[in-house]
T-cell receptor, first 113, second 119 residues
Framework: DQQVKQNSPSLSVQEGRISILNCDYT??????FLWYKKYPAEGPTFLISISSIKDKNEDGRFTVFLNKSAKHLSLHIVPSQPGDSAVYFC????????????FGTGTRLTIIP | GAVVSQHPSWVICKSGTSVKIECRSL??????MFWYRQFPKQSLMLMATSNEGSKATYEQGVEKDKFLINHASLTLSTLTVTSAHPEDSSFYIC???????????????FGDGTRLSIL
């Protein structure tokens, strides 16, 4: 039972354009959402997060949008850079203070120079 | 720099060997650490939650006698894969949670993972 899904296993974007990565979840108890970036043979690196009380959070080139009614979140990267090429995982927490993450299936982003 | 150190980064050993993986939090004391497993091109699957000074909590389907977890101090958790077999070959990743501050503490910090290959 995959509670957090990323339906696009891969995405290719031209350098300088916007990358949009999508994530859907089924558990309405999820309260906090995070995006991680992962290179091969390395652990995930935290990028950005959003609480369920917000619908948008921005940090530099990264913006996360949350649509609670649709149980959908997205990560926007603009402008995309070659160094952004990696696998991106969304993750969810059931409530504040509970650190038990549920990860999505990942999307491999390739930025084309 | 890295706040969570995982060692070793790569292990190759014969079937039947027991392998120990260490996870250290470098910049903070972690009462809770997590162990994940990732198969090729798949998501990170939580195996167990390691609690300092108490028994680990294992996820459904994870054999606790196979994957021994010890969290003896606030900066060190170890995962021992006992009598490893080829099907145990995988990428194992640990993470540590800093102390919670405010409404939600900082997210988990991950180690760089351990590639385990059982021949």
């Amino acid at each position: 039972d995959q509670q957090v899904k990323q339906n696009s296993p891969s995405l290719s974007v031209q350098e300088g354009r916007i990358s949009i990565l999508n994530c859907d979840y089924t558990n309405s108890m999820f309260d906090y959402f995070l995006w991680y970036k992962k290179y091969p043979a390395e652990g995930p690196t935290f990028l950005i997060s959003i609480s369920s009380i917000k619908d948008k959070n921005e940090d530099g080139r990264f913006t996360v949008f949350l649509n609670k009614s649709a149980k959908h979140l997205s990560l926007h990267i603009v402008p995309s850079q070659p160094g952004d090429s990696a696998v991106y995982f969304c993750a969810a927490l059931p409530r504040r203070g509970n650190e038990k993450l549920t990860f999505g299936t990942g999307t491999r982003l390739t930025i084309i120079p | 720099g890295a706040v969570v150190s995982q060692h070793p980064s790569w292990v190759i050993c014969k079937s039947g060997t027991s392998v120990k993986i260490e996870c250290r939090s470098l910049d903070f004391q972690a009462t809770t650490m997590f162990w994940y497993r990732q198969f090729p091109k798949q998501s990170l699957m939580l195996m167990a939650t390691s609690n300092e000074g108490s028994k680990a909590t294992y996820e459904q389907g994870v054999e606790k006698d196979k994957f021994l977890i010890n969290h003896a101090s606030l900066t060190l958790s170890t995962l021992t894969v006992t009598s490893a077999h080829p099907e145990d070959s995988s990428f194992y990743i640990c993470s540590a949670s800093p102390p919670v501050t405010g409404t939600l503490g900082q997210p988990q910090h991950f180690g760089d993972g351990t590639r385990l290959s059982i021949l």
